[in-house]
C-alpha cells in the first residue's frame, strides 16, 4: 500500500457501537509504533443509533487537522460502506463484515477489502465488534498483540469486560493473521515502544489538566456538549488533586456558585457552551461589577438555540465580547489547539486572578472532542493571585483607587470588611449613585484591560515567511487545517489571533496592512472575527471563506481555496 | 462587640415603619450574642428592599443580583465551610426569579440560613404581585386582583429537603433573634420566613394584620415529624398564622 506524508484512517458505525473507543485505543496503539496522530470526531446528538466516524490522520510528523480522503476505512455497519466508499483513495483498504463483501464491489477504483465476521466472530453480537475490528487492525498495521492487550487492560479495569476484550482482540488478530497471512503492513511501525512520551488527549481533558495544574480549587459545570468531557474528568480527579466540582441545577447557578467561591478565595472555573453562556451572562457581568476573578470556558457548538448540538462552529465570539449590558473589563481568549487549550486555561486563571475580573477562554467542538497525540505538557508555571491579602488592613477599601486600576484584594473571614456589590458602589462597596464616584470607579475598571494590554497581551503568532503572497487570518480550531495545508506552499502565511479583548490591533494592522492578499477563513456566517478586525483597525478583509455547516474545515478545503486564490492572483 | 461596631455610615433607607427595622435589630442583636464579625461571618442578599440591610449592617457581604443570593452563598459556604453564611432575600427575590435554586438548595440541604423577607409585594419596583401575593390581590400589576395562587415556601422548603423550616413575624425581635441563632447553629438549610408588612404597597398585610391573625405553634408540636409539618405548614389564614419551628430534624 502507497506510504503518504499523512495516512487517513476512518472508523465508522453507529452510536453505541464502540466507534470512539475504538479510535481511542487504536491512536494509543498507534504511538507505540511510533506515529503520531490526530483525530476527528463526528456523532450526532444521540446515544444509540444515528451515524458515528472517527478520522484519524496517521504520520510521522504530528498531523493537526481532519482530512476528507480516506486511506483505510473500518467500516462497523453497512451505513459507513454506503456513507464514505466515495472518500476512499486509489488502493484504499477496507476493514468490514464478511457478509458486507459481496455488496461492495461498485467502488470504481482499486480499493482492497479485508473480510471478518464482525458480528459473529465469537458467537457474540456487539459491544465487542468495534474490538475485533481493534485486533483486525493492529494485525493489519503490523503492530503486536501485546501492544493491545496493554491498552485494553489499561482502559477495563473491571475483571469481566477486560477478559471479554481481550478476547475479542486476539479473535480479531489471530482472523487476520490466518487468512491474509501474505499480507504486508498497510503502515509499517516505525518503532515498537513498550512506552510511548505521548499520550492521546482530547481538548476537554487539556482544559481539565490545565485547570487541575493552575490551581483549580472550585469548578461547577452544568452538562452540555461540546464540554461535558471537562465534568467527567474533573469530577473523577477532585480527591487526588483537592479541589471541589460540584454540578448546579443550571448555568445560572453554575456562574454564581463560581463567583460566591471565588469571592471566597478559591480558583473557580464554570465551563458551558453558548446556550449555557447565554444563561451566565447575567452573571459574567456580575464577576466584572464585583471585581471577582473566574475563568469561563465557553465551547463553542452550531447554534443559535438547541442548533448543531454536537457539531462545531465558531458563531459565539461576537456573543462573547459583547455579552451583557453596559461595559466592564472582560479578557476573551480563543485556542487553536488541544496545546493552546491547556496553555490558555492556566493563562487564564492567573489574569482573573491579577485583573480581577472575567477570562474567558473559547474553545470549539473540534477542539473539545477532537484528539490528537501530545507529550503531557511539563512547562513552568507559578500561580499568581494577583494584588490580594488576607492580613488585616486598617481603613481597607476594596475598590480603591489605583494607578493601573488594581486594588488589593482581601477575602471574607480576613476581618477587613467590604462590600462585593452588584451595585455600583463606592472604594468600600458601599452602594452610592454619586455621579463622580460613578465616573472614578467606571474608569478604574476600565483602566484593568488597559494594563492588561500593556502588561500581559500576546502579540498574534505568524506562521510562514513574513513575505508571501497570500496572507490567511484565522482564529481558533482552523489553526491545525491550515498548518497542515502550509507545507504545500512556501508563499503563504497565517496569522493566528488568540487575544480577542484586549485586541493587538497594532500587530495585526502592522502585518495586513503589509500583505498582498488576505483571506479571513473563520466557521461562522457573518465573518465574525474579520468584523473584529475592522472594528479595531479599519481594515476590511474581502476575500471570506466561510463554513457554518457544523463541520471543521478539512485540509483540503483550505488547500483547494489557497489554490484558487493563487491561480486568480497569477492570472490577475 | 456592640451596636456600634456593626454600624456603617449609613441609616437605612427603608419607609418608615417597614418591617426590615425589626428584622434588622433583630440580626445585630443576633450577631451582638453570637460575636458574628469579619473574622467569622459573611451576609449575602439578593435584590429588593431586603437586600439594602447589606449598607447598614458592619459585616463583609455579597449583594448579588436579583434572584441570585443562594447559589452565591452556596458556592461562598462550600469552599469555606467555617465562616457562618446568611443569605437575605425576599419573596420576589427567592421564590420569583430565585425559585429554582430555592428547590435545589432544599434538596441539596446546604449548610446555610435563608432569610426570607416576605412582604407579598414587589416594593422596590413600586407595588407590583409577588409569587406570595394571595389570590385577589390587587396591585398595579393586577387591578382587577391576582388570578393566581400563592407559593407557600415552608410547604415547599419542608417537602423539597430543607432541615429547618419555621416562620415568625418581625415584630417580634426577641424570637426572632433566638430563631436566627438557632437557624445557624442548625447543620443543613435553615429556611426563616419573616412575615413583614410593607406599609407602603401591602395594604392588607399590615402590622396590626399580623398581630391579630398570627399564632404560635403548640409548645408540644412534634417538629421532628415531616407529615405534620407538612400539614401544619399549610395553615395559613384568619387567626390562623402559625409562627415558630415547623421542621427540624
Same mark, same amino acid.
Given at each position: 500500500?502507497?506510504?503518504?506524508?499523512?495516512?487517513?484512517?476512518?472508523?465508522?458505525?453507529?452510536?453505541?457501537?464502540?466507534?470512539?473507543?475504538?479510535?481511542?485505543?487504536?491512536?494509543?496503539?498507534?504511538?507505540?509504533?511510533?506515529?503520531?496522530?490526530?483525530?476527528?470526531?463526528?456523532?450526532?446528538?444521540?446515544?444509540?443509533?444515528?451515524?458515528?466516524?472517527?478520522?484519524?490522520?496517521?504520520?510521522?510528523?504530528?498531523?493537526?487537522?481532519?482530512?476528507?480522503?480516506?486511506?483505510?476505512?473500518?467500516?462497523?455497519?453497512?451505513?459507513?460502506?454506503?456513507?464514505?466508499?466515495?472518500?476512499?483513495?486509489?488502493?484504499?483498504?477496507?476493514?468490514?463484515?464478511?457478509?458486507?463483501?459481496?455488496?461492495?464491489?461498485?467502488?470504481?477504483?482499486?480499493?482492497?477489502?479485508?473480510?471478518?465476521?464482525?458480528?459473529?466472530?465469537?458467537?457474540?453480537?456487539?459491544?465487542?465488534?468495534?474490538?475485533?475490528?481493534?485486533?483486525?487492525?493492529?494485525?493489519?498495521?503490523?503492530?503486536?498483540?501485546?501492544?493491545?492487550?496493554?491498552?485494553?487492560?489499561?482502559?477495563?479495569?473491571?475483571?469481566?469486560?477486560?477478559?471479554?476484550?481481550?478476547?475479542?482482540?486476539?479473535?480479531?488478530?489471530?482472523?487476520?493473521?490466518?487468512?491474509?497471512?501474505?499480507?504486508?503492513?498497510?503502515?509499517?511501525?516505525?518503532?515498537?515502544?513498550?512506552?510511548?512520551?505521548?499520550?492521546?488527549?482530547?481538548?476537554?481533558?487539556?482544559?481539565?489538566?490545565?485547570?487541575?495544574?493552575?490551581?483549580?480549587?472550585?469548578?461547577?459545570?452544568?452538562?452540555?456538549?461540546?464540554?461535558?468531557?471537562?465534568?467527567?474528568?474533573?469530577?473523577?480527579?477532585?480527591?487526588?488533586?483537592?479541589?471541589?466540582?460540584?454540578?448546579?441545577?443550571?448555568?445560572?447557578?453554575?456562574?454564581?456558585?463560581?463567583?460566591?467561591?471565588?469571592?471566597?478565595?478559591?480558583?473557580?472555573?464554570?465551563?458551558?457552551?453558548?446556550?449555557?453562556?447565554?444563561?451566565?451572562?447575567?452573571?459574567?457581568?456580575?464577576?466584572?461589577?464585583?471585581?471577582?476573578?473566574?475563568?469561563?470556558?465557553?465551547?463553542?457548538?452550531?447554534?443559535?438555540?438547541?442548533?448543531?448540538?454536537?457539531?462545531?462552529?465558531?458563531?459565539?465570539?461576537?456573543?462573547?465580547?459583547?455579552?451583557?449590558?453596559?461595559?466592564?473589563?472582560?479578557?476573551?481568549?480563543?485556542?487553536?489547539?488541544?496545546?493552546?487549550?491547556?496553555?490558555?486555561?492556566?493563562?487564564?486563571?492567573?489574569?482573573?486572578?491579577?485583573?480581577?475580573?472575567?477570562?474567558?477562554?473559547?474553545?470549539?467542538?473540534?477542539?473539545?472532542?477532537?484528539?490528537?497525540?501530545?507529550?503531557?505538557?511539563?512547562?513552568?508555571?507559578?500561580?499568581?493571585?494577583?494584588?490580594?491579602?488576607?492580613?488585616?488592613?486598617?481603613?481597607?477599601?476594596?475598590?480603591?483607587?489605583?494607578?493601573?486600576?488594581?486594588?488589593?484584594?482581601?477575602?471574607?473571614?480576613?476581618?477587613?470588611?467590604? @462590600?462585593?456589590?452588584?451595585?455600583?458602589?463606592?472604594?468600600?462597596?458601599?452602594?452610592?449613585?454619586?455621579?463622580?464616584?460613578?465616573?472614578?470607579?467606571?474608569?478604574?475598571?476600565?483602566?484593568?484591560?488597559?494594563?492588561?494590554?500593556?502588561?500581559?497581551?500576546?502579540?498574534?503568532?505568524?506562521?510562514?515567511?513574513?513575505?508571501?503572497?497570500?496572507?490567511?487570518?484565522?482564529?481558533?480550531?482552523?489553526?491545525?487545517?491550515?498548518?497542515?495545508?502550509?507545507?504545500?506552499?512556501?508563499?503563504?502565511?497565517?496569522?493566528?489571533?488568540?487575544?480577542?479583548?484586549?485586541?493587538?490591533?497594532?500587530?495585526?494592522?502592522?502585518?495586513?496592512?503589509?500583505?498582498?492578499?488576505?483571506?479571513?477563513?473563520?466557521?461562522?456566517?457573518?465573518?465574525?472575527?474579520?468584523?473584529?478586525?475592522?472594528?479595531?483597525?479599519? @481594515?476590511?478583509?474581502?476575500?471570506?471563506?466561510?463554513?457554518?455547516?457544523?463541520?471543521?474545515?478539512?485540509?483540503?478545503?483550505?488547500?483547494?481555496?489557497?489554490?484558487?486564490?493563487?491561480?486568480?492572483?497569477?492570472?490577475? | 462587640?456592640?451596636?456600634?461596631?456593626?454600624?456603617?455610615?449609613?441609616?437605612?433607607?427603608?419607609?418608615?415603619?417597614?418591617?426590615?427595622?425589626?428584622?434588622?435589630?433583630?440580626?445585630?442583636?443576633?450577631?451582638?450574642?453570637?460575636?458574628?464579625?469579619?473574622?467569622?461571618?459573611?451576609?449575602?442578599?439578593?435584590?429588593?428592599?431586603?437586600?439594602?440591610?447589606?449598607?447598614?449592617?458592619?459585616?463583609?457581604?455579597?449583594?448579588?443580583?436579583?434572584?441570585?443570593? @443562594?447559589?452565591?452563598?452556596?458556592? @461562598?459556604?462550600?469552599?469555606?465551610?467555617?465562616?457562618?453564611?446568611?443569605?437575605?432575600?425576599?419573596?420576589?427575590?427567592?421564590?420569583?426569579?430565585?425559585?429554582?435554586?430555592?428547590?435545589?438548595?432544599?434538596?441539596?440541604?446546604?449548610?446555610?440560613?435563608?432569610?426570607?423577607?416576605?412582604?407579598?409585594?414587589?416594593?422596590?419596583?413600586?407595588?407590583?404581585?409577588?409569587?406570595?401575593?394571595?389570590?385577589?390581590?390587587?396591585?398595579?400589576?393586577?387591578?382587577?386582583?391576582?388570578?393566581?395562587?400563592?407559593?407557600?415556601?415552608?410547604?415547599?422548603?419542608?417537602?423539597?429537603?430543607?432541615?429547618?423550616?419555621?416562620?415568625?413575624?418581625?415584630?417580634?425581635?426577641?424570637?426572632?433573634?433566638?430563631?436566627?441563632?438557632?437557624?445557624?447553629?442548625?447543620?443543613?438549610?435553615?429556611?426563616?420566613?419573616?412575615?413583614?408588612?410593607?406599609?407602603?404597597?401591602?395594604?392588607?398585610?399590615?402590622?396590626?394584620?399580623?398581630?391579630?391573625?398570627?399564632?404560635?405553634?403548640?409548645?408540644?408540636?412534634?417538629?421532628?415529624?415531616?407529615?405534620?409539618?407538612?400539614?401544619?405548614?399549610?395553615?395559613?389564614?384568619?387567626?390562623?398564622?402559625?409562627?415558630?419551628?415547623?421542621?427540624?430534624?
Amino acid at each position: 500500500m502507497r506510504i503518504k506524508k499523512v495516512f487517513s484512517l476512518k472508523i465508522g458505525g453507529c452510536a453505541g457501537q464502540g466507534v470512539k473507543s475504538l479510535g481511542l485505543l487504536f491512536s494509543k496503539c498507534l504511538l507505540h509504533l511510533g506515529y503520531k496522530t490526530y483525530s476527528y470526531i463526528e456523532y450526532p446528538s444521540l446515544i444509540k443509533g444515528g451515524h458515528n466516524v472517527v478520522q484519524i490522520s496517521v504520520s510521522q510528523n504530528q498531523p493537526t487537522g481532519p482530512t476528507t480522503k480516506t486511506d483505510f476505512l473500518v467500516a462497523l455497519n453497512r451505513d459507513t460502506l454506503d456513507k464514505h466508499l466515495g472518500e476512499l483513495e486509489e488502493g484504499a483498504g477496507v476493514l468490514l463484515d464478511l457478509g458486507e463483501k459481496e455488496n461492495t464491489l461498485k467502488v470504481s477504483h482499486k480499493v482492497k477489502f479485508f473480510g471478518i465476521p464482525l458480528a459473529n466472530i465469537s458467537g457474540e453480537k456487539y459491544p465487542v465488534s468495534n474490538v475485533i475490528a481493534l485486533g483486525a487492525l493492529v494485525a493489519l498495521f503490523g503492530g503486536e498483540l501485546t501492544i493491545l492487550n496493554g491498552e485494553i487492560e489499561k482502559e477495563y479495569r473491571h475483571e469481566k469486560s477486560m477478559a471479554e476484550n481481550l478476547k475479542a482482540a486476539k479473535l480479531g488478530f489471530d482472523f487476520i493473521k490466518k487468512n491474509y497471512p501474505k499480507e504486508s503492513a498497510i503502515l509499517n511501525p516505525l518503532e515498537s515502544l513498550t512506552e510511548s512520551p505521548d499520550k492521546i488527549l482530547d481538548g476537554n481533558e487539556a482544559v481539565s489538566l490545565g485547570a487541575i495544574s493552575a490551581g483549580l480549587e472550585f469548578a461547577s459545570i452544568y452538562p452540555m456538549s461540546p464540554i461535558s468531557g471537562i465534568i467527567h474528568f474533573l469530577a473523577s480527579h477532585q480527591k487526588t488533586h483537592n479541589y471541589i466540582y460540584k454540578q448546579p441545577e443550571d448555568e445560572i447557578s453554575a456562574i454564581n456558585m463560581a463567583i460566591g467561591a471565588s469571592f471566597a478565595g478559591a480558583r473557580s472555573l464554570v465551563a458551558t457552551s453558548g446556550g449555557g453562556f447565554c444563561l451566565m451572562t447575567e452573571g459574567f457581568g456580575l464577576a466584572g461589577i464585583t471585581e471577582t476573578p473566574l475563568v469561563v470556558i465557553e465551547g463553542m457548538r452550531g447554534a443559535p438555540a438547541t442548533g448543531l448540538a454536537t457539531f462545531s462552529e465558531q458563531g459565539d465570539l461576537s456573543f462573547v465580547l459583547n455579552a451583557h449590558q453596559g461595559d466592564f473589563p472582560r479578557i476573551v481568549l480563543a485556542a487553536g489547539d488541544i496545546r493552546e487549550a491547556f496553555d490558555l486555561t492556566r493563562k487564564a486563571f492567573n489574569l482573573a486572578d491579577k485583573y480581577q475580573t472575567p477570562v474567558v477562554v473559547l474553545l470549539d467542538k473540534n477542539i473539545c472532542d477532537n484528539s490528537q497525540s501530545i507529550s503531557l505538557p511539563n512547562s513552568p508555571y507559578t500561580i499568581d493571585r494577583g494584588k490580594l491579602t488576607t492580613d488585616r488592613v486598617e481603613n481597607y477599601k476594596r475598590y480603591i483607587l489605583s494607578k493601573d486600576g488594581i486594588s488589593t484584594r482581601t477575602l471574607p473571614g480576613s476581618g477587613n470588611f467590604f @462590600i462585593a456589590n452588584s451595585e455600583e458602589h463606592n472604594e468600600f462597596g458601599y452602594s452610592s449613585e454619586d455621579s463622580g464616584n460613578r465616573i472614578s470607579q467606571m474608569e478604574k475598571r476600565m483602566l484593568k484591560l488597559e494594563t492588561c494590554a500593556k502588561k500581559d497581551m500576546a502579540p498574534p503568532t505568524l506562521y510562514g515567511s513574513k513575505n508571501a503572497e497570500l496572507t490567511i487570518v484565522s482564529w481558533g480550531s482552523c489553526k491545525g487545517s491550515i498548518l497542515q495545508a502550509l507545507k504545500d506552499f512556501n508563499n503563504v502565511n497565517f496569522l493566528h489571533l488568540m487575544w480577542l479583548n484586549p485586541f493587538p490591533a497594532k500587530e495585526v494592522e502592522t502585518i495586513l496592512s503589509q500583505a498582498r492578499y488576505i483571506i479571513a477563513i473563520e466557521g461562522n456566517y457573518s465573518a465574525q472575527m474579520a468584523r473584529l478586525i475592522r472594528e479595531k483597525t479599519g @481594515i476590511e478583509i474581502k476575500d471570506k471563506f466561510l463554513k457554518y455547516d457544523g463541520r471543521p474545515f478539512f485540509v483540503e478545503d483550505i488547500t483547494d481555496k489557497i489554490h484558487r486564490v493563487l491561480k486568480d492572483i497569477k492570472n490577475g | 462587640m456592640d451596636d456600634e461596631s456593626l454600624t456603617t455610615p449609613y441609616f437605612p433607607t427603608w419607609c418608615p415603619g417597614c418591617g426590615n427595622f425589626s428584622l434588622w435589630s433583630a440580626f445585630k442583636n443576633a450577631c451582638i450574642k453570637e460575636h458574628w464579625d469579619n473574622s467569622n461571618t459573611v451576609l449575602v442578599a439578593g435584590i429588593g428592599c431586603h437586600g439594602h440591610i447589606l449598607n447598614f449592617i458592619k459585616l463583609t457581604s455579597f449583594e448579588t443580583l436579583h434572584g441570585r443570593p @443562594i447559589p452565591v452563598a452556596t458556592g @461562598i459556604k462550600t469552599v469555606n465551610p467555617l465562616l457562618n453564611v446568611f443569605v437575605f432575600t425576599g419573596d420576589g427575590d427567592c421564590l420569583g426569579e430565585g425559585g429554582n435554586h430555592f428547590l435545589h438548595a432544599c434538596r441539596r440541604n446546604e449548610d446555610l440560613t435563608v432569610i426570607i423577607h416576605n412582604n407579598g409585594v414587589y416594593a422596590l419596583t413600586t407595588g407590583q404581585t409577588s409569587p406570595t401575593s394571595p389570590k385577589g390581590y390587587k396591585s398595579k400589576s393586577t387591578p382587577a386582583g391576582n388570578t393566581d395562587a400563592p407559593l407557600n415556601p415552608l410547604a415547599l422548603a419542608i417537602t423539597t429537603g430543607a432541615t429547618l423550616v419555621a416562620r415568625e413575624y418581625a415584630g417580634n425581635i426577641e424570637n426572632l433573634t433566638s430563631l436566627i441563632i438557632k437557624a445557624n447553629n442548625h447543620k443543613g438549610l435553615a429556611i426563616i420566613e419573616v412575615l413583614q408588612p410593607c406599609i407602603t404597597f401591602n395594604k392588607r398585610f399590615t402590622h396590626s394584620f399580623f398581630r391579630e391573625n398570627c399564632c404560635r405553634l403548640d409548645p408540644d408540636f412534634n417538629t421532628a415529624n415531616k407529615q405534620k409539618a407538612y400539614t401544619k405548614s399549610l395553615e395559613f389564614g384568619i387567626k390562623k398564622m402559625p409562627l415558630g419551628i415547623f421542621y427540624e430534624v
